[in-house]
């Protein structure tokens, strides 16, 4: 099994629409999250931290459900500029250097 | 501010023949290093990681090598280059010598190299 797991969509919607999408991680000794966003042939940029109790960022929203063991993200009013890959990154418990990355969740957003 | 610059951005290398890429970190001290490889399609594999000068971890057994002979300068490496060593190399650190990834902690990327092996 996988340390993350996330669905490679695409999401495909349009401007102004709400995506949601999640993520699984496989040890339940993890204890920081993080979603990234990789635009093409980019490099990978942190686009939250996820906290215990959810945090908002602008139209993003992030949870945490530690019982199920995955982490969600939530756009809402989705824009163009939001089309991009977002990566799922949990830590590593059996190595305080690592992180576990996901492969990454397409989403396009389309006028 | 901290930044990090690695380099070439873009190369086409034959199989057979040597790799080097280079990464330096600026604005901070003692940075744990990494160097990533994301095949197309595919999520971040971690190759080396590196808490010191001289350090270095390997994650996957293969014909690439990692040096890091300043605090701040990260190397990958290869003597002999296959077709499946293409891909984006991405460096990276972390602010602390123990990672304890806690929200706003976390990694940091370079642009990232492009490597084509033909």
């Known amino acids: 099994r996988k340390e993350v797991e996330q669905d490679p969509g695409p999401f495909n919607v349009p401007e102004g629409a709400t995506v949601a999408f999640n993520c699984t991680y496989s040890?339940?000794?993890?204890?920081?999250f993080f979603w990234y966003r990789q635009d093409c042939r980019k490099e990978p940029k942190l686009l939250m931290s996820?906290?215990?109790s959810g945090n908002e960022d602008g139209r993003f929203t992030a949870q945490l459900n530690r019982a199920s063991q995955y982490i969600s993200l939530l756009i809402r009013d989705s824009k163009l500029s939001d089309s991009a890959t977002y990566l799922c990154?949990?830590?590593?418990?059996?190595?305080?250097?690592?992180?576990?990355f996901g492969a990454g969740t397409t989403v396009t957003v389309r006028a | 501010s901290q930044t990090i610059h690695q380099w070439p951005a873009t190369l086409v290398q034959p199989v057979g023949s040597p790799l080097s890429l280079e990464c330096t970190v600026e604005?901070?001290?003692?940075?744990?290093l990494y160097w990533y490889r994301q095949a197309a399609g595919r999520g971040l594999q971690l190759l080396f990681y590196?808490?010191?000068?001289?350090?270095i971890s390997s994650e996957v057994p293969q014909n690439l090598s990692a040096s890091r002979p300043q605090d701040r300068q990260f190397i990958l490496s290869s003597k002999k280059l296959l077709l499946s060593d293409s891909g984006f190399y991405l460096c990276?650190?972390?602010?602390?010598?123990?990672?304890?990834?806690?929200?706003?902690?976390?990694?940091?990327f370079g642009e990232g190299s492009w490597l084509t092996v033909v």
């Open positions: 990276a650190w972390t602010r602390d010598r123990r990672a304890s990834f806690l929200p706003g902690n976390t990694i940091y």
């Open positions: 040890n339940s000794a993890s204890q920081s």
């Open positions: 996820v906290y215990s």
């Open positions: 990154v949990v830590t590593d418990q059996r190595n305080d250097y690592k992180l576990s």
């Open positions: 604005g901070t001290s003692n940075p744990n």
């Open positions: 590196s808490v010191g000068i001289g350090q």
